[in-house]
C-alpha cells in the first residue's frame, strides 16, 4: 500500500472520532470571545499537544503526543476557571468520559479556590448543562449506574441558555454574573 493510500485508510478509520466535541467547543469559543468582548472573563481553549511525524520531508502522520488536562481554562471574576466540555447524543452522559487525570486537575483546582466544572450538551435534545466536578465525582461514587441520565440534569439543573448576547451564557450557572 503506497504512502497517500495508507494516509487515506487511516484517515477514514479515524474521521470519526476526528471532531467528536468540537461542535460544543467551537460553540463555546464564540461564547468566550462574546465574554472578552463585553470584559466579563477572559476564557481561551487549550489545545490537545500534539506531534507531527515526518519522513523525507513529508507529513506522515499525526499523533497525540501527552494528556490533554482539560478543554478550557481562564479567569471569571478574579478566580482561575477550568473546564471540560461534553457532548453526547445519548440521553446519559457517561462517568468515562471524564479522564481520571481530568478529574483530578479538576479537582486540584478547586482545592485551591478555583472553579472546576463539565459542560454538557445533549444533542438529542439540545440542552447544555453546567455540573461542577464536586457533583459529578459525588454521582460518581453514590449512583449505582455508569452513567448521569439527561433526566437527572432536566430535574436537578437550569439549561444554559442565549441571552445577554452571549451564545452560550454559562457563566450565568456559577451565580457570579447576571
Given at each position: 500500500m503506497n504512502r497517500r493510500n495508507l494516509y487515506m485508510t487511516s484517515y477514514i478509520k479515524?474521521?470519526?472520532?476526528?471532531?467528536?466535541?468540537?461542535?460544543?467547543?467551537?460553540?463555546?469559543?464564540?461564547?468566550?470571545?462574546?465574554?472578552?468582548?463585553?470584559?466579563?472573563?477572559?476564557?481561551?481553549n487549550i489545545p490537545?499537544?500534539?506531534?507531527?511525524?515526518?519522513?523525507?520531508?513529508?507529513?506522515?502522520?499525526?499523533y497525540h503526543s501527552g494528556k490533554s488536562t482539560v478543554d478550557?481554562?481562564?479567569?471569571?471574576?478574579?478566580?482561575f476557571v477550568a473546564f471540560?466540555?461534553?457532548?453526547?447524543?445519548?440521553?446519559?452522559?457517561?462517568?468515562?468520559?471524564?479522564?481520571?487525570?481530568?478529574?483530578?486537575?479538576?479537582?486540584?483546582?478547586?482545592?485551591?479556590?478555583?472553579?472546576?466544572f463539565i459542560l454538557v450538551l445533549f444533542r438529542e435534545v439540545n440542552e447544555l448543562y453546567m455540573i461542577s466536578i464536586?457533583?459529578?465525582?459525588?454521582?460518581q461514587e453514590t449512583i449505582n449506574r455508569a452513567s448521569i441520565p439527561?433526566?437527572?440534569?432536566?430535574?436537578?439543573?437550569?439549561?444554559i441558555v442565549s441571552e445577554w448576547n452571549i451564545r452560550y451564557h454559562y457563566l450565568k450557572s456559577l451565580g457570579r454574573v447576571e
Open positions: 479515524n474521521r470519526k472520532n476526528a471532531n467528536k466535541g468540537k461542535y460544543l467547543e467551537n460553540l463555546i469559543d464564540i461564547s468566550n470571545k462574546q465574554y472578552l468582548a463585553k470584559g466579563v472573563a477572559h476564557i481561551t490537545t499537544p500534539t506531534k507531527v511525524k515526518w519522513s523525507e520531508g513529508e507529513i506522515t502522520g499525526a478550557f481554562i481562564g479567569v471569571f471574576d478574579g478566580m471540560d466540555a461534553k457532548e453526547t447524543t445519548k440521553n446519559y452522559l457517561p462517568f468515562k468520559a471524564i479522564r481520571q487525570h481530568q478529574a483530578d486537575y479538576l479537582i486540584s483546582i478547586t482545592k485551591y479556590g478555583g472553579l472546576g464536586q457533583e459529578f465525582k459525588e454521582l439527561l433526566q437527572w440534569f432536566q430535574d436537578n439543573k437550569e439549561p
